[in-house]
């Protein structure tokens, strides 16, 4: 790729690369008005960002002037505050009681305008009282401030944040928050992902769709992770599956801090252990999830925060952890974990035997893989309204899970037979294991023959996966007659079973060159109505 220069910095807070959000006009119009609104969104989904496009939106309405906080004030008190407000207003707070009278002395004037809208971002922060103390609550104080001057005032006010939005209405209390509009910001999808990968293609270079598929599912469409990816790809001459995966590697290795806090806002053990609990159940259930089980999840409990399962929801929707398809009030409830970095398991096997940590790592991926399901999909044509993701895009995932569990990947030519998917190792073992991923009915039936073509003496384990998104009449039968039966491969063991492993066969063969193989082959379906 071209050396120009970069145009994504993941650190910064005014990107270059901008994807408008398309809640800014609806919430425009209400701060117009006069109205208020709290946008809960988590960590890295660009809160600082919508708040800098409503701003940039409202500057070229007539007769409007819009004051942005970036964060509250070192000192949090009512008065410093009361100050940052003057501060940003040209007004002197020396006689000022309250903000009302700020707001009425600034209206009086000869050149104000007719309209003001204030923006809070880092709203979590002013939940926290400075000094501590079990009486004074300044940050509450000020915003219970704000909304006691609305009714008098035609300003919009419009707060950031996440599971501090909660603090401020069970643990503080909030006017403020009783009347305000709540916007959740959510991930970015297929659209805005191209949109953000525009200077690759104004360059020459585009990213192919295999890449922007693979981005999408190593990010969930977090916005600071989509900008990570496409900053350090920037550079690179190629960019592979693996690239890709090397990359969220690094980051997991490089940023960790990050992700402590990214959990922290949405599921801080201080507050509630409930977005955890509820977080931990969407990711190993099957299929929808009734409100028992979600109430259960819940509490009760002696925690600060006394959440309940929907406040729960909107925070891992908005923190890009679950998906809710139709309504929270339904029963059962239809959620989906979102395929990311975030949702890959993070519990190693604990197997001190080379083959049998390799192979319990790999059941524990294909099922999170399963519960991923519906991201395993793109939109179609013709009578197919979508299909599967290309076997790189599985093969990519994989490779992320593996590294997150400690595992080395590579992808490279395994002694003049060709490429397998993956090759892992470990930096305690001399030793490596091979994966071959296959969509059924791609030239199935040799699979066997090419797992084998990569063996050599330090193999000491090999996994076939074959995936399909259909349903196939005895599938393990049919795939034991055409991938296994043909080769004289030896079936030790089968176990078949509903979900998520169709089918697990274990078996032993003699490779071309007379060496023992041992692969096990993992028939996965994956179910485009997860």
Known sequence: MSSSANPYDWQGYRPQVVVLRPEVASVLARLQRGGSAVVLAGRGMGKSVFLQQLEAAAAELPDMRVLRFPAPPPELSYRACLRALAYKLGADTADALDSGELIAGFLRQADAPRRLILLYDEF????????PSATEHPGRDFFNDLEAMRKEYPVGILAAGSIGVFVFRDVLGSGFLSRAEQVLLRPFERPELRQLAQPYFERGNPLSEGILELLLLATGGNPALVTYGLERLWSMESVAGLTVAGVFAEFQSRHREYLRDFQRSFADERLSGAPQRIWELVRRSTGPVFHRELQAACG????????????????LRTAGLVRLQGSANANPVVLQPISSILNLPSQPSTAQDFRDRFLGDLESLLAQLHALSADFFR??????????????????????GFQNLGWRVEREAQYGAGRTDLKLGREDSDKVAVIELKIWGRRHQEVQRQIESYWSNRVAAGAVVMLTDRKHSDWPDRYQRECLEPWKVEVERRSDSASPITARFACRSITADGMEARVDHYLLRIDRRR
């Not at 979590?124 to 000094?131: E, G, L, M, S």
């Not at 939109?379 to 992320?400: D, I, Q, Y």
């Open 124 to 131: 979590d922060r002013y939940a926290r009282p400075y000094p």
């Open 300 to 315: 009760p409990s002696k925690e600060p925060l006394l959440l309940d399962f929907v406040d729960v929801l909107d925070l």
């Open 379 to 400: 939109p179609g044509t013709g009578k197919r309204t979508k299909h599967l993701v290309p076997e790189a895009s599985f093969s990519g995932m994989l490779a992320m």
